[in-house]
């Protein structure tokens, strides 16, 4: 029974690994799998009720960030709706290629702790297209954008999927791991940064891009949303603090406060209007697929986990490897491979919370190393495959143009990791 769940997880993933191939949406792999390799597991085991008890124990964990992750994608598609990141966007007026190589990447380094990567790049991408009209460009500085969201993802709590998923797991803690990581993620970022900003010289001319006017936004209500949907997920960690609730909860306080706002503001106005700018629009836009991707992918890993593969896997590790840093170094780069989500997943498996209390070094090394090593290959993060579907980047010229540097920034940090701790 154990290596049938093996081999039905190992299959699920080669196929959600070449889903663009056989053209299937990995969300409907990713569910199959964990299905299957609970329901072998439950058909094969001696005690039914050892296994839904464990199943249950799982999912309890898996549904925090779920609804976390749902929380999260609805503020900012609300904010998106309210043409809120124009707050931002407005305010760079330069016509330099190096000044705004500088700006866009510390802005999608900031701007990612607070959203997440992938929302990041997406808003990234989208503002260089008003800046950029020449798809060399573009694309240099799409690859700077998957960089610096990665790398600013990795030192906050909400700012990746993977640090989201140890913070709600208690491996980490939310103000140590931004002290720890915060330093290591801008040497990730400045590395690739300084070394690109060399050869990037002259100027640009903005394409002209003619921009509807939308009645529906007031720019106080621009304002209202922008800002207090930034409080609202700033404010989590601090509410996770205060009552000691998992982090779901705090970012179902913001959108509750979020919603309750934009209901008053816009009473008013005509229903159309109204739905358009409601939160149950911007329910209805969120990536509900990603979300049951990695409803089925941790459903899979907790199995492997259940049957005991991933600690004879963590066994295996320790005695052939032996040295932490090096283990959690080559989880980082497979990132860059194989989706970050099951790797830090099984990693949690692997690694008890009993040998390995929170913030102990292999937790922060972990969600630095899985955050910004995806960035390697343009397919190795979420905000990687977002800016491939987005500007069509051709795997191949990614990886001539921007994969050493990448592989350079997540080395610096890296070491400036270790000599730090």
């Known amino acids: 029974m154990e290596m049938i769940v093996l081999v039905l997880f190992i299959l699920g993933y080669l196929f959600i690994t070449l ?54 994608m609805t503020i900012v598609e609300l904010v998106d709706a309210h043409d809120g990141f124009d707050v931002i966007t407005s305010r760079i007026n330069t016509n330099n ?67 989201t998923m140890l913070w709600i797991g208690g491996q980490i803690t939310a103000v140590n791991i931004i002290l720890k990581l915060i330093l290591p993620s801008l040497v990730c970022l400045l590395v690739p940064l300084l070394l690109l900003s060399f050869n990037m010289k002259g100027s640009f001319v903005r394409p002209v891009i003619e921009k509807a006017s939308n009645s529906m936004n007031s720019l106080f209500e621009r304002n209202v949303v922008f800002y207090l949907a930034l409080a609202a997920l700033v404010f989590v960690p601090v509410f996770k603090t205060i009552t000691h609730l998992p982090p779901f909860m705090g970012v179902m306080f913001g959108l509750a406060i979020l919603w309750l706002v934009t209901e008053l503001i816009h009473k008013n106005k005509n229903r159309v209007e109204k739905d358009t700018l409601s939160v149950a629009r911007a329910l209805q836009k969120i990536d509900v697929p990603s979300i049951l991707f990695f409803l089925g992918i941790l459903l899979a890993v907790a199995a492997l986990q259940s049957v005991g593969h991933l600690h004879n896997l963590s066994t295996f590790m320790n ?67 977002a800016v491939m579907g987005l500007e069509k980047i051709a795997f191949g010229w990614y990886l001539k143009k921007i994969s050493w540097l990448a592989l350079l920034g997540y080395f610096a940090g890296s070491i400036v990791y270790l000599l730090l701790n």
């Not at 798809?135 to 909400?158: H, Q, T």
């Open 19 to 72: 889903e663009h191939s056989i053209k299937v949406n990995k969300a409907s792999l990713a569910l199959l799998t964990g299905v299957l390799c609970w329901s072998v597991y439950m058909v094969g085991s001696t005690d039914v009720t050892v296994v839904s008890h464990s199943l249950l124990e799982h999912l309890s964990e898996i549904s925090g960030i779920l609804f976390f992750l749902m929380g999260a």
């Open 97 to 163: 290629k190096h000044t705004l190589l500088w700006i866009i990447s510390v802005l999608a380094f900031l701007l990612s702790a607070v959203l997440d990567n992938l929302t990041t790049a997406i808003v990234m991408v989208s503002l260089l297209r008003k800046f950029l009209d020449d798809k060399e460009d573009r694309w240099l500085f799409s690859g700077m954008v998957i960089i610096a969201a990665n790398a600013g993802g990795a030192w906050s709590p909400i700012g990746d999927v993977t640090t």
């Open 319 to 385: 005695e052939k490897i032996g040295n932490e840093s090096i283990i959690v170094l080559i989880i980082g780069l497979f990132s860059a491979v194989i989706d970050n989500v099951p790797l830090v997943a099984a990693t949690i498996g692997m690694y008890d919370l009993s040998a390995y209390p929170p913030d102990s070094f292999i937790w922060e090394f972990l969600a630095f190393c899985s955050g910004t090593g995806g960035s390697v290959l343009i397919i190795g993060s979420a905000a990687g495959v």
